[in-house]
């Protein structure tokens, strides 16, 4: 399991360097090729934006796994820590269940495009782009699914 | 059974559970109360991809990373240290500066404080600075530049903003040039205040040798703001094809000229940066489908409504504005402030004629004081943190600054030329 995750941390890791990567190098080629020789990749910008939203999405998934994401922060600071304890795990099956709901339902929504062939953009089909949001909310959801069963010690102080 | 709802949300929320998730969960309440299919929940997500402005912002957070993890902050202390440092009061004025730049390149995140505080503090109390005085400048000045390009916040409600299309339209350079003089006003005050009551701090000469050194050692970093700046004014390029070139300008100067950052470092450095990233824009996914339920709702006209039948004067109106996003401010971050207010705001704030400018520029300033207003501004716990000294003696270094920012903040809302004296 530690060795799966382990794994999972590092590809999380990699993509979003290729991820980002990918969408600087298209940028600024789009930007250099449109100014200096009135050209460009026809479909670079539509993969810049489509990258935005993958980023977002695997970001978000690496912030789930060490609860970074943004929240109020009222209970943290000023309750006892067994009332901050229960607090945590029980935001943490709350948003596993939220996060099981968003990839169930972009299932759904991905099943049409699939079945429609909707196109994405270039030669990339929809289904493939929108692909990552189920996949992310399904990583999201088992990581605050963990989170609520078995919390990690460093939970505990800000 | 959708208040029952409704409350395990709002619960959830006071609990602390990441805000993308109780956005999400309002979101999908309201669209299962009117028998809409929850898909769309997951479409509006998607539909970020049809956002070409959205690609500034990993772009400007990525480059506010790579120069918060290089020694851009000494250069640009020792920079304005030589460039304002003789004056009156200078070593303040030099802090209240350098910590509106940082912000504005780094986007607010607590980073001015850790970075450049941790430079200030020693310095200010060096030169004979109160330590009350000292600490109050570093935790208050780490939000000051939020209304200073290319602060990420600000291109946020840009974004926000437009896509909502309510009230004059607008370009979002210009909401650039609206923030100016509103930030400028800040420092201004602060200095002001500050040359009145530690005036008696002893000057040092300006020296030309310094300014020389501090101007060659940023000579990679100087030309920066004219890359940013002239490609989007000139009409080179757009905004999120200036942060293109930003971010690869600020990725040659800092891992291949300056070589501050190793190789092996980046992939950390984009990982933390795009962490950010996601948090705040899977809100602002989240947030779209919430405002389609809003809107679907007619949630803005009926608040409006309500609004008119108990306030009448534009006036009254702000006032009331000021008070919820110090509020605010205070409890939310300023992203999700921004993601979740303004599409709430926005439609009221135009029902009054407020233009939208003016109410970006006012929803920032407020929410730039809140961030060190007690009881759980967040500026107070990084800087508790960070200097390692109990909150409630920050509350206390904080207040008279709050005061004067305050006075800022009304001034700011209160006289709409400050922020369109150009249209």
């Given at each position: 399991m530690s060795v799966f995750l382990r794994w999972l941390r590092a590809f999380e890791t990699g993509l979003l360097v290729a991820l980002l990567l990918v969408m600087i190098g298209v940028a600024v080629y789009q930007v250099l090729a449109r100014n200096l020789f009135a050209t460009g990749l026809t479909w670079g910008n539509?993969?810049?934006?489509?990258?935005?939203?993958?980023?977002?999405?695997?970001?978000?998934?690496?912030?789930?796994?060490?609860?970074?994401?943004?929240?109020?922060?009222?209970?943290?600071?000023?309750?006892?820590?067994?009332?901050?304890?229960?607090?945590?795990?029980?935001?943490?099956?709350?948003?596993?269940?939220?996060?099981?709901?968003?990839?169930?339902?972009?299932?759904?929504?991905?099943?049409?495009?699939?079945?429609?062939?909707?196109?994405?953009?270039?030669?990339?089909?929809?289904?493939?782009?929108?692909?990552?949001?189920?996949?992310?909310?399904?990583?999201?959801?088992?990581r605050y699914l963990a989170r609520a069963i078995i919390p990690p010690k460093e939970a505990a102080a800000p | 059974m959708i208040w029952l709802g409704i409350a395990v949300v709002a619960l959830m929320a006071l609990l602390g559970a990441p805000l993308f998730a109780v956005v999400l969960?309002?979101?999908?309440?309201?669209?299962?109360?009117?028998?809409?299919?929850?898909?769309?929940?997951?479409?509006?997500?998607?539909?970020?991809?049809?956002?070409?402005?959205?690609?500034?912002?990993?772009?400007?957070?990525?480059?506010?990373?790579?120069?918060?993890?290089?020694?851009?902050?000494?250069?640009?202390?020792?920079?304005?240290?030589a460039l304002f440092g003789w004056m009156p009061a200078g070593l303040a004025i030099v802090g209240f500066v350098a910590c509106a730049l940082f912000t504005a390149l780094t986007g607010a995140s607590g980073v001015t404080i850790v970075a450049l505080g941790a430079l200030l503090l020693p310095m200010l109390k060096e030169s004979g600075y109160s330590e009350r005085y000292s600490l109050g400048l570093v935790t208050t000045s780490g939000s000051l530049g939020l209304l200073i390009v290319p602060s990420v916040p600000l291109i946020l409600y840009g974004i926000i903003a437009q896509q909502m299309d309510v009230g004059?339209?607008?370009?979002?350079?210009?909401l650039f040039i609206a923030g100016l003089a509103p930030a400028l006003l800040m420092v201004v005050l602060l200095s002001m205040w500050t040359i009145l009551r530690h005036g008696h701090v002893p000057r040092t000469p300006f020296d030309r040798r310094a300014l020389w050194v501090a101007v060659k050692a940023a000579r990679w970093e100087l030309p920066l703001p004219f890359v940013v700046l002239g490609g989007i004014y000139s009409g080179y390029f757009a905004i999120s094809e200036a942060a293109a070139m930003t971010v690869a300008y600020v990725l040659i100067a800092e891992v291949l000229l300056y070589r501050e950052i190793k190789l092996g470092e980046l992939p950390g450095v984009i990982r933390e940066s795009m962490v950010m990233v996601g948090s705040i824009l899977l809100i602002l996914g989240v947030a779209l489908a919430f405002t389609n339920y809003l809107v679907d709702a007619e949630v803005p006209q009926r608040l409006f409504a309500f609004m008119q039948e108990h306030v009448s004067s534009p006036l009254t109106f702000l006032i009331l504005l000021n008070i919820l996003l110090l509020a605010l401010g205070a409890i939310l971050d300023v992203f999700s402030a921004i993601i979740i207010m303004v599409p709430l705001l926005l439609p009221v704030a135009v029902g009054y004629g407020i233009h939208p400018i003016h109410l970006g520029i006012v929803f920032l300033a407020n929410l730039q004081v809140g961030y060190f207003t007690p009881p759980i501004g967040m500026n107070l716990f990084i800087a508790s943190y960070r200097f390692d000294k109990p909150v409630l003696e920050l509350y206390a270094?904080?207040?008279?600054?709050?005061?004067?920012?305050?006075?800022?903040?009304?001034?700011?809302?209160?006289?709409?030329?400050l922020s369109l004296w150009f249209l």
């Amino acid at each position: 399991m530690s060795v799966f995750l382990r794994w999972l941390r590092a590809f999380e890791t990699g993509l979003l360097v290729a991820l980002l990567l990918v969408m600087i190098g298209v940028a600024v080629y789009q930007v250099l090729a449109r100014n200096l020789f009135a050209t460009g990749l026809t479909w670079g910008n539509e993969l810049v934006q489509m990258a935005v939203l993958w980023v977002t999405m695997v970001g978000a998934a690496v912030a789930a796994d060490h609860d970074d994401h943004i929240r109020i922060d009222l209970i943290a600071r000023f309750a006892k820590p067994r009332l901050r304890a229960a607090a945590a795990r029980l935001t943490a099956l709350f948003t596993a269940v939220v996060c099981g709901a968003l990839g169930w339902y972009a299932i759904a929504f991905i099943r049409w495009d699939f079945i429609d062939n909707v196109p994405g953009f270039g030669v990339v089909p929809a289904w493939i782009c929108e692909s990552i949001i189920p996949l992310t909310a399904a990583v999201m959801a088992a990581r605050y699914l963990a989170r609520a069963i078995i919390p990690p010690k460093e939970a505990a102080a800000p | 059974m959708i208040w029952l709802g409704i409350a395990v949300v709002a619960l959830m929320a006071l609990l602390g559970a990441p805000l993308f998730a109780v956005v999400l969960a309002a979101a999908m309440l309201g669209f299962l109360a009117t028998g809409v299919d929850l898909s769309v929940v997951a479409i509006a997500i998607y539909d970020m991809t049809d956002k070409p402005l959205l690609v500034a912002l990993p772009f400007f957070a990525f480059a506010g990373y790579l120069m918060a993890a290089a020694k851009t902050s000494e250069r640009l202390m020792a920079l304005t240290r030589a460039l304002f440092g003789w004056m009156p009061a200078g070593l303040a004025i030099v802090g209240f500066v350098a910590c509106a730049l940082f912000t504005a390149l780094t986007g607010a995140s607590g980073v001015t404080i850790v970075a450049l505080g941790a430079l200030l503090l020693p310095m200010l109390k060096e030169s004979g600075y109160s330590e009350r005085y000292s600490l109050g400048l570093v935790t208050t000045s780490g939000s000051l530049g939020l209304l200073i390009v290319p602060s990420v916040p600000l291109i946020l409600y840009g974004i926000i903003a437009q896509q909502m299309d309510v009230g004059e339209r607008f370009a979002i350079t210009e909401l650039f040039i609206a923030g100016l003089a509103p930030a400028l006003l800040m420092v201004v005050l602060l200095s002001m205040w500050t040359i009145l009551r530690h005036g008696h701090v002893p000057r040092t000469p300006f020296d030309r040798r310094a300014l020389w050194v501090a101007v060659k050692a940023a000579r990679w970093e100087l030309p920066l703001p004219f890359v940013v700046l002239g490609g989007i004014y000139s009409g080179y390029f757009a905004i999120s094809e200036a942060a293109a070139m930003t971010v690869a300008y600020v990725l040659i100067a800092e891992v291949l000229l300056y070589r501050e950052i190793k190789l092996g470092e980046l992939p950390g450095v984009i990982r933390e940066s795009m962490v950010m990233v996601g948090s705040i824009l899977l809100i602002l996914g989240v947030a779209l489908a919430f405002t389609n339920y809003l809107v679907d709702a007619e949630v803005p006209q009926r608040l409006f409504a309500f609004m008119q039948e108990h306030v009448s004067s534009p006036l009254t109106f702000l006032i009331l504005l000021n008070i919820l996003l110090l509020a605010l401010g205070a409890i939310l971050d300023v992203f999700s402030a921004i993601i979740i207010m303004v599409p709430l705001l926005l439609p009221v704030a135009v029902g009054y004629g407020i233009h939208p400018i003016h109410l970006g520029i006012v929803f920032l300033a407020n929410l730039q004081v809140g961030y060190f207003t007690p009881p759980i501004g967040m500026n107070l716990f990084i800087a508790s943190y960070r200097f390692d000294k109990p909150v409630l003696e920050l509350y206390a270094a904080c207040l008279p600054f709050m005061g004067v920012l305050l006075l800022a903040v009304l001034l700011i809302t209160y006289i709409p030329w400050l922020s369109l004296w150009f249209l």
